[in-house]
């Protein structure tokens, strides 16, 4: 008899692993690729609810730096993909959202991230 829980988590475990290298290359790439123009800090603002979601927003500093398009797509790609990869399957439901903060000169990255979920308390009475 097959153990469904050993399964999924084993299934989970190569999930992260496969996302935590293809985010790992992305990022060595990007590094490269965003210092060559300047770019010191990027962040990232993302939203995820009722099964989809996105990232809102990039900013780059300095603030006057354009990226080209191509670079632009991919570092929202990455943003996602490392949101995700901290917080997966935020999306769902209430969703949650977060700030993605990468420093470049030190290549760190911090992330503020928030989920959202629904409280309820009930209560029932009979015969009072």
């Known amino acids: 008899m097959?153990?469904?829980n050993t399964d999924f988590a084993?299934?989970?475990?190569k999930w992260a692993a496969e996302r935590d290298a293809e985010n790992a290359k992305t990022r060595a790439m990007m590094l490269v690729q965003?210092?060559?123009l300047g770019v010191t800090e990027v962040t990232a603002e993302y939203e995820g609810y009722g099964d989809s979601g996105n990232v809102e927003d990039i900013t780059l500093q300095p603030s006057?730096?354009?990226l080209p398009t191509d670079l632009s797509s991919q570092l929202d790609e990455f943003a996602w993909a490392f949101a995700y990869q901290q917080h997966p399957g935020f999306e769902n439901n209430d969703g949650?959202?977060?700030?993605?903060t990468w420093d470049l000169t030190k290549d760190s990255i911090a992330?503020?991230?928030a989920d959202r979920y629904v409280e309820s308390t009930h209560s029932y009475?009979?015969?009072l």
Do not use: F, K, Q
Not at 10 to 13: A, D, Q
Not at 96 to 100: Q, S, V
């Open 96 to 100: 949650g959202y977060g700030t993605l």
């Open 10 to 13: 084993s299934t989970m475990e």
């Open 2 to 4: 097959t153990d469904t």
């Open 64 to 66: 006057a730096t354009v």
């Open 125 to 127: 009475h009979e015969g």
């Open 34 to 36: 965003l210092r060559a």
């Open 111 to 113: 992330l503020d991230h």
